[in-house]
C-alpha cells in the first residue's frame, strides 16, 4: 500500500465547475497536510496546508481533512483553465513530507 | 515569501561527466535545505537534507558518495551528480522551509532539468 495515494487522473472538468482532488494517507500519526500546484516542467508552489480536522478555504481553494478516515482534499470552486495542472498532496510522516503521485488536473473552457 | 534561486534551469551531459547544480536564498539565510528528484509521471522523492556547516543527510537508498552535496554558506547549497549516467536523468529540485523542518510549507527552487545522454 503507499503510503500517500492520489488518483493519477488525468481530472476533466469543465470552466467554472467545481474540481475536487482527493488524497488518502497511511500512517495515522500524520499531523500537517499540505497541497501544492506544480504546471508541466515547473516546480511546485504551495497552494494550501491545513493541520485540523475540518474546512480550510483560501480563496477559490478548499481542503478538506478527515483524520479518521484519513484522507485529505482539495476542492476547487469556478475552476479556470489556468487552474490546469498536476495537483500533489503532501503529508507530514514522521518529520517528514510524503508525496502522492499527484492527479492532473485538466480545466477545459 | 522566501525566494530560491537555482540553477541551471536544464543541463545536458554525457555520460560519466559530473554536473553541478546550485541553489541560493536570495532574500534568507537557509541553514537547512532539501533536494529532491522527479522522475516523468513520478512523485517528489526526498534525496536529502543539506545542513548549513555539516554534512548533509540523506535518505535511505541515495548515494551520498554519487550525489554530492555542500552547504558551505547560508545562502548556497550545491548538489553535484558524479560520474552520470542516463538513470541520473531527471528533474532536481531544491526547496527551502523557513521553519527549518521538512513537514512545514516548502517554498521550491525553479527545478534542474538533468539529461545524461
Known amino acids: 500500500q503507499k503510503e500517500v495515494e492520489q488518483n493519477s487522473g488525468p481530472l476533466s472538468v469543465p470552466e467554472g465547475a467545481i474540481a475536487s482532488l482527493n488524497c488518502t494517507y497511511s500512517d495515522r500519526g500524520s499531523q500537517s497536510f499540505f497541497w501544492y500546484r506544480q504546471y508541466s516542467g515547473k516546480s511546485p508552489e504551495l497552494i494550501m496546508f491545513?493541520?485540523?480536522?475540518g474546512d480550510k478555504e483560501d480563496g477559490r481553494f478548499t481542503a478538506q481533512l478527515n483524520k479518521a478516515s484519513q484522507y485529505v482534499s482539495l476542492l476547487i470552486r469556478d475552476s479556470q483553465p489556468s487552474d490546469s495542472a498536476t495537483y500533489l498532496c503532501?503529508?507530514?510522516?514522521?518529520?517528514?513530507?510524503?508525496f502522492g503521485q499527484g492527479t492532473e488536473l485538466s480545466v477545459k473552457p | 515569501g522566501a525566494v530560491v534561486s537555482q540553477h541551471p534551469s536544464w543541463v545536458i551531459c554525457k555520460s560519466g561527466t559530473s554536473v553541478k547544480i546550485e541553489c541560493r536564498s536570495l532574500d534568507f539565510q537557509a541553514t537547512t535545505m532539501f533536494w529532491y528528484r522527479q522522475f516523468p509521471k513520478q512523485s517528489l522523492m526526498l534525496m536529502a537534507t543539506s545542513n548549513e556547516g555539516s554534512k548533509a543527510t540523506y535518505e535511505q537508498g541515495v548515494e551520498k558518495d554519487k550525489f554530492l552535496i555542500n552547504h558551505a554558506s547560508l545562502t548556497l547549497s550545491t548538489l553535484t551528480v558524479t560520474s552520470a549516467h542516463p538513470e541520473d536523468s531527471s528533474f532536481y529540485i531544491c526547496s527551502y522551509s523557513p521553519t527549518g523542518r521538512h513537514n512545514s510549507p516548502l517554498h521550491f527552487g525553479n527545478g534542474t532539468r538533468l539529461t545524461v545522454t
Open positions: 491545513i493541520y485540523s480536522n
Open positions: 503532501a503529508v507530514d510522516q514522521g518529520g517528514k513530507l510524503i
